[in-house]
């Protein structure tokens, strides 16, 4: 990581920049692949599979025998381990639940609002370097709340031609059985167009690499839905003295190791902590498994010494970070002054990763900058707010001269005709 000491805006745009996309570049490829499949449907899906799987595959669904067995061939304690965290997830979500909005704006104008359950819904859950269970549960919880009537889950199988039973033992304990044997590009516009094996969906959710994001992106542009724009994964920690620098240190490699195009950024007052933080990753990197796309990812990421608080929270509002960590003595003013991030998470003792299986907040959320303007998903998400609105022959002789002089000036005669044919008609029937 390199270390920034006081820099000025102008400087830490460009050192805190993402690591560029190369969008054009991805759509060359994106693209045949979205048309092949809208054309030859299952027969392209399965070609896809023998190229970049490796697998022939006689059928792309799961069967209910392999949904079944999974639950075998996942230990008991990490069952439990899903079973808390489901639990968690879904009462944070379920409490996320409105009711009908009834308002009477004025005497005989009734307005309603209520959510509605999109139909039909399509989970992308990634499964090549890490099998992404807990993904099934931020996307398939939430939808089965909602009501969602059809949830499609889509998964790349193995050379085998499996799907990790981890996420089949997620998918069936949710009660999620349409399950898909595509992952890719492939997976979206399988679901943007649909096949004889996947139906057509009406929304895409889920994370993905770099072309599962842009075949998402392309998607949008066939009447299909998607959660949100996103890039790969990243955590901004802001630490000073009264934090540990072992905790921040592990909470920067979590999110390194995810991939190698991940950023991680350390926003402090002290450079003497920095430089704990930084002596406690190497050490800590050593350990680590995925130590090799961890060091890539951290070539991609900075350490900013910021001394003037304002000037440091300007900073991370400026990122607007996917998930940022908070662990500063004045935590409350801090966390009060953040209007940009996807997820906070607040003191020494609330690590990232719990957001990213089990303390019930949603980890599918805005990355590349995104929490400028997106949620990330939770149970709106899976839901239409629709409008309703009521007027009774009271109500619209109260109203109905209002919207007469507007449309007179708007120039729509047609609208005010439709109130004045009603007024003229109420007129005569009081005579």
């Given at each position: 990581m390199?270390?920034l000491?006081?820099p ?10 993402r ?23 299952d ?11 490796h697998?022939?595959?006689d ?5 209910e ?10 230990s ?17 979500h ?31 859950i ?10 099934v549960?931020?996307?398939g ?8 009537t059809?949830?499609?889950?889509c ?29 890719g ?16 969906v009406?929304?895409?959710f ?12 392309l ?17 901004l920690i ?14 920067l ?7 190698v ?15 704990k ?23 991609n ?6 001394e003037?608080?304002?000037?440091a ?16 003595e004045?935590e ?9 991030a ?12 719990a ?12 990355t ?33 001269p ?16 439709a ?13």
């Amino acid at each position: 990581m390199q270390l920034l000491v006081n820099p000025s805006p102008e400087k830490w745009k460009k050192q805190l920049a993402r690591p560029v996309q190369k969008t054009k570049e991805i759509n060359k490829i994106v693209k045949p692949i979205l048309k092949k499949v809208e054309r030859s449907g299952d027969k392209a899906l399965k070609k896809f599979a023998q190229e970049y799987d490796h697998v022939h595959l006689d059928s792309l669904l799961v069967s209910e025998e392999e949904i079944q067995g999974a639950a075998a061939l996942v230990s008991k304690e990490l069952k439990e381990a899903i079973q808390v965290a489901k639990a968690n997830i879904e009462r944070f979500h379920a409490a996320q639940m409105q009711s009908e909005l009834i308002e009477e704006v004025m005497p005989g104008v009734i307005c309603r609002r209520k959510s509605v359950p999109i139909q039909r819904v399509g989970l992308y859950i990634p499964g090549g370097t890490a099998p992404l269970f807990s993904t099934v549960l931020m996307l398939g919880v939430p939808a089965k709340l909602a009501g969602c009537t059809e949830i499609v889950l889509c998964s790349p199988p193995n050379r085998e031609g499996k799907i990790h039973p981890a996420i089949l033992y997620t998918a069936s304990l949710i009660g999620i059985n349409k399950i898909v044997k595509v992952g890719g590009a492939q997976a979206i516009a399988a679901l943007a167009f649909g096949t004889d094996s996947v139906p057509q969906v009406d929304k895409i959710f889920g994370p993905g690499n770099q072309y599962v994001t842009a075949a998402k992106q392309l998607a949008t542009k066939y009447g299909v839905a998607i959660d949100m724009p996103a890039g790969p994964s990243e955590v901004l920690i802001y630490a000073d003295e009264t934090a540990i620098p072992a905790f921040v240190a592990s909470d920067l490699l979590s999110q390194a190791e995810h991939g190698v195009d991940s950023q991680v950024v350390l926003v402090t007052p002290s450079e003497k902590f920095a430089k704990k933080v930084l002596k406690e990753i190497n050490e800590q990197l050593e350990k680590l498994p995925r130590k090799d796309i961890a060091f890539k990812a951290l070539a991609n990421s900075t350490a900013v010494v910021m001394e003037d608080p304002e000037k440091a929270l300007a900073l991370i509002n400026d990122y607007a970070p996917e998930h940022l960590i908070i662990a500063v003595e004045n935590e409350e003013e801090a966390v009060a002054a953040i209007y940009n991030a996807g997820s906070i998470f607040i003191g020494n003792f609330t690590p990232e990763s719990a957001g990213d299986y089990a303390s019930g907040t949603n980890h599918t959320l805005p990355t590349y900058g995104y929490a400028r303007n997106y949620s990330g998903v939770s149970l709106d998400s899976f839901v239409k707010k629709i409008t309703y609105q009521k007027i009774t022959a009271e109500g619209l002789r109260k109203l109905g001269p209002t919207v007469e002089v507007m449309a007179a000036n708007e120039l729509l005669e047609a609208h005010k005709n439709a109130v004045t044919i009603r007024l003229n008609y109420l007129k005569e029937k009081k005579k």
